[in-house]
Structures are given as C-alpha cells and as structure tokens.
C-alpha cells in the first residue's frame, strides 16, 4: 500500500460539467499529465462524493466533490535533455534564463521529464543542490503557463544567498500583462492577503483570515476599449504562489488565458484565443537582484516573447479596425 502525500479537493463547478473524470483533475490540477492521473484513478486513488471512481470516463456532474489522494512519489532518476533554453548570462555562481510558456520547472509525479530542471542539467550540467535533485538549482519559480526570466543558482552558496534575497524582497521583478476589461485606475495597488482556496486546494484566493501579505503594483500602458482588453505593467512586493493572477482577478481583471482564475474564452475573438494557446497572457519580462558572490546589482529585461507579443499585435490590429 503506498503512503499517501496529500490529499486534494475539488467542487465541479457549472463549467465543468460533463468532463471526464481524468480531463477534469488534470485540468484542475496542471502539476500532474493526463495520462499520470488516469493511472491514479485506475489504482483507486480518486473519489467522486466519498465513493471510489476507477473509470476515467466517468462523467462528472456540477456539485461533485472530487477527492484526489496523490501517492508518495517514487524514486526517480532525473536525467539531462537537450531541450532548447535561452541562457542570457552565466558565471560559476548562476545563470539567467528565458522560460518558454508550457515548460514546467521542476519534475513531480507524471512529469519525469520535459522539465526546466531537464533542460537545466544538460546545458549547465553543474546545479544547486539545495533543493533536492528534483529542484537543482531552482531557486523561484513561474507557472507553466507563463514566460519570461528567471536566475539560476549553480552552486549551493548562490542558492542560499538568493534565496535570502527573494525571501527579504530585495530583488526587482516586473511584469506585463494582458487582462479582461478596462481597468479604470491608471496606477494603483493591491494589497490583499492571499490564501489557500477552501474547496480548492490547489488554487488561491484573497483571503482575509488565513492568507499572507501580498502586495501588487500595477499601471496602465494601454486600454484596447473595442476588444475589452487591458494592457498592464506590474511590479510584485512579495512572492506569493499565483500572486497576480489572484490579485488581478479579485478585483474583475483576469489574465487572458487564465480560466483557472476567471478568463471566459467565449468573449474574445477566435483569433486572439488561437494564438494564447495555453498561455496566460502574463510576462516576466525584467529582473534584478544583487549577484551571490561578486555584490553587484544585476538586472535584465527581455522583450515581449511569443505568444505573447504576437497576440498583443493581434489585439493593436483589431481594436483599431473597429468602429
């Protein structure tokens, strides 16, 4: 009998409805591949309103309470793979990298491989060990979903001291993004603490009682009034898990491509929603901090990468052939 890790809840919401059991829990919960989750629901690891499911078939219906039981992971080997990876700078201390949307950082169940830290291995070979294996020389994160830079620690010294940066907030980390509506205020911010969901434990939301200090900084580059569309510069304070894509939703302005957090796809164009793909619609475009070993102030900045300033482009065209 293998030990269980943690144990997810989900509540089938009226969108939902009508998905397979395994669509849905891989949709709701994007760490694990589809395939990966069919094999837990096949093993017994699912239960849809306390009664077990081993069909990934079944349907599921609006009110379901889908419980997730996910296992101890089993030891595996993570291995190099030649994945391309755009390197911007690196020295014996770290390296600074571009993250494609759709590549996850790090393995977990069902994603052995075709990971950042993959890709990592094979074109910087020497990793951070702090993390584990599994986290060589991942020191912060960004979703699958969205792109843009991130450091690199290349040594466990690195990883230390930038951890300590990230952790006291002094590094710089800017954002674009492209969001629902027309955001009325030019320049603004959002302070609301951020917390676990309670019926969805792999989501976030403001959350007054239980939730940590969060701080969001936002203005407003352009306003596409025909698409309803905004476009955003953000700067965040603090690094909590799904931060933006949180605060930006609880105040009626999700990310485009974020259905996890609001985006409704049936109202925008289909050209604008082909191009996103997969991708939210949010960029890591600039990041500074101060070097582990030489002290001095570093920062980079990237421009818009695909899909992202592709869609942008779309949005500019649509919006000005619109009467």
């Not at 094999?39 to 077990?52: A, W």
């Not at 909590?240 to 996890?260: A, E, K, W, Y």
């Not at 049936?266 to 002290?295: Q, S, W």
Request: aromatic share 8%.
């Amino acid at each position: 009998m293998k030990k269980i890790a943690e144990v997810l809840e989900f509540e089938v919401s009226g969108e939902s409805p009508g998905m397979r059991l395994d669509q849905y829990l891989s949709h709701s919960y994007r760490e694990f591949s589809r395939t990966y989750i069919k094999r837990l629901i096949e093993e017994g690891f699912v239960f849809v309103n306390s009664r077990e499911v081993r069909k990934p078939s079944y349907r599921v219906k609006k009110g379901d309470r889908v419980v997730l039981h996910i296992p101890e992971p089993e030891p595996v080997t993570i291995e190099p793979e030649n994945i391309p990876l755009q390197i911007l700078y690196q020295d014996e201390e770290i390296a600074v990298i571009v993250k494609p949307c759709g590549l996850v950082v790090h393995p977990s169940p069902g994603h052995t491989s075709g990971t950042l830290v993959n890709a990592l291995l094979y074109h910087l070979g020497n990793l951070s060990s702090e993390g584990g294996l599994e986290r060589a020389g991942i020191v912060h994160r960004l979703d699958k979903e969205t792109s843009g830079l991130m450091v690199v620690a290349k040594t466990d010294r690195a990883h230390r001291e930038l951890t300590n940066q990230f952790a006291r907030r002094q590094t710089l980390k800017l954002y674009r993004a492209l969001v629902s509506g027309m955001v009325e205020r030019d320049h603004f911010k959002i302070d609301a603490p951020i917390g676990r969901h309670p019926v969805d434990r792999k989501k976030f939301t403001v959350h007054g009682v239980a939730g940590r200090y969060a701080r969001t900084e936002a203005l407003v580059l352009e306003r596409f009034e025909k698409i309803g569309v905004s476009l955003l510069k953000l700067r965040i304070y603090t690094g909590r898990t799904h931060q933006i894509r949180v605060h930006l939703s609880s105040i009626g302005h999700p990310v485009l491509g974020d259905g996890t957090y609001g985006f409704k796809k049936r109202t925008y164009p289909r050209e604008i929603i082909d191009l996103m793909g997969e991708c939210n619609m949010l960029v890591a475009y600039r990041l500074g901090f101060r070097h582990p070993a030489k002290e001095q102030w570093l920062e980079f900045e990237i421009d818009d990468p695909e899909p992202f300033s592709t869609v942008l482009a779309k949005i500019r065209e649509l919006n000005s052939s619109l009467r």
